[in-house]
Structure formats: C-alpha cells, structure tokens
C-alpha cells in the first residue's frame, strides 16, 4: 500500500487516535466540571462519569490492541473546542443561578461528539471485520448515551424544582 | 438585574450567539465538502443540508427577535474545532477511496453538535416560556436529526456497495 493511498484502516486507526485524545482530555475536565457543580446531583453525575472515563480509556486501549497499533493520542481540535465552551461557562457563570444549567450544556455537547465519534467507528469496524474492536466500542457508545440521558433527566428535574419553588 | 448576575436569560442568549456563529460557519463549509465528495448521494445532501441552512439562520434571526435582540454572532470554539477536523479530513484523504466516509464522519459531528445544542435551547425555551423561539428551534432540531438519519443511510448504502462489489 502507497503512503498516500488512505484506506478506511488508516482512516479507523486516525480516529481512534483522536477519540483517544478526545477521552483523555475529558478525564482531565470532569474534575474541574464537578467541582463547580452547584448541586450534589450533578456532581455525583460528573464524578460517577469520571469513573466511567478511566474504563473507556481503556477500552480504546484494547481496541488499539485488536489491530496491533500502540495508542496514541491526537490532538482533537472538536473536543478542545468544546471543553474550552465548558471552561468559558466555568468563568462566565460562577455563582450564578445558571451555573449548573450552563454546565450541564457543555456535558451533553461533550456526550453528543461522543456518541457521534463512536458510532462512526462502530460503522467502520462492522465494515473492516473488527469483532473485537466492536463489542469494546459498542458498550462504550451504550454508556454514552445513558449519560446523556441521565444529564437530560438532571436537567429536567432541575427545572421542575425552580418551576415549584417559583 | 446586576451585571455580575447571570440568568438563565442571559444563558439563553449566549448559546443563541453561539449557535448563530455555528450555523453561518456551517453554510460557508458546506459547498466544500459538496465539492469534494465522490459519491453523487453525499453531494447531493450536502447541497440540501446547504438550503436547509440557509432557513435555519433565518430561524434564528426570527428567535433574535422574539427575544428583543439583534442577532448577533459569538465565536463558538466547538465548530470551529469540529470544521477544522472535517477540513484535515479533506487534504489528507484526497483522492482515497475512504474519503466520502470521512466527509460523512465528520458532516455527522456537526450534526450531532447541533443536536446537542438545539436540544438545549429548547429545554431553556420551555422553562423561560418562549413559545415563539420554542416552536422555531423545534422546527430545526428535526431538520438535524433527519439530516444526521440520512447520513447514517448514505454511510449504511456506501458500506452495502463496497461489500457487494467485493
């Protein structure tokens, strides 16, 4: 294979690599995210995610593995993008009662590259005949998502609270 | 209300600015993942997605003034992240075969940013009692989330063919 043919391998392995990136770059924020929650709710969501992180790093590490590549990171300019929204809320809205609103925003868009970055590469692992790689990524993408739901659920019951206590 | 008193209102706002800046930046990348795709299909829903846009900036300037604001753009670091990730895609996949599934990759995180987003801002809509904005931000989300379902089809019939061919 010529350098400059790209296949979907390479085009897998590239975005592991930034996924990679992306988790890591998580792990680092999520303290910083729970420690500026307002409510012990969403601190509890953050901190019990954080645990969920470490696991998918290694996961991805695993992954890795299945196609004989050592992990590596590469900067992903999306997540950096994104987590620098979260720090600009952080800065923005202390000690504002929209805080933790602003917060949970920043989480569900930081989920939302996530369960899009997944998917993708549950696609193309179907594609390239990657069972193992598969499974690790689809458990993955199911805890994604139901961390995105449960921060939908935080950010209801926080509304029907202000709407009570109004 | 002080200025160091951020509400809700103001969150509203912000992320209004934010995704207004995203969807213009959006339109502007659109005709040049248009223009480098291989398959006549991914040409063909960007070009649609492109239109869709073009409503959808106008939607906001609609929800700008529902609010009594000008509308007005904040630079939203994510897209410009997620776009610069599509725009390496399109240099460093040139002339691969997988680069109409890197253009798809990378068409569906700004999807699912706007997903994200638009999710939000109706959540807020709905507690601050926008019916105007609520109902317009509604209208777009679906537009997203059937945008984001026709690519994953485009990626799906992509996979069939290669499969089919050998």
Known sequence: MAKEAKTLDDLFHDTLKDIYFAEKKILATLPKMAKAAQSEELRAAFEKHEAETEEQIGRLEQVFAAIDKKPQAKTCDAIVGITEEGAEIMKEYKGSPALDAGLLAAAQAVEHYEISRYGTLIAWAEELGLED???LLEETLEE?????????????SAINQQAEAA
Chains 1, 2 share one sequence.
């Open 144 to 156: 994604e998502k139901a961390t995105d739901e449960a921060l939908t659920e935080i950010a209801k």
């Open 133 to 135: 790689a598969l499974s």
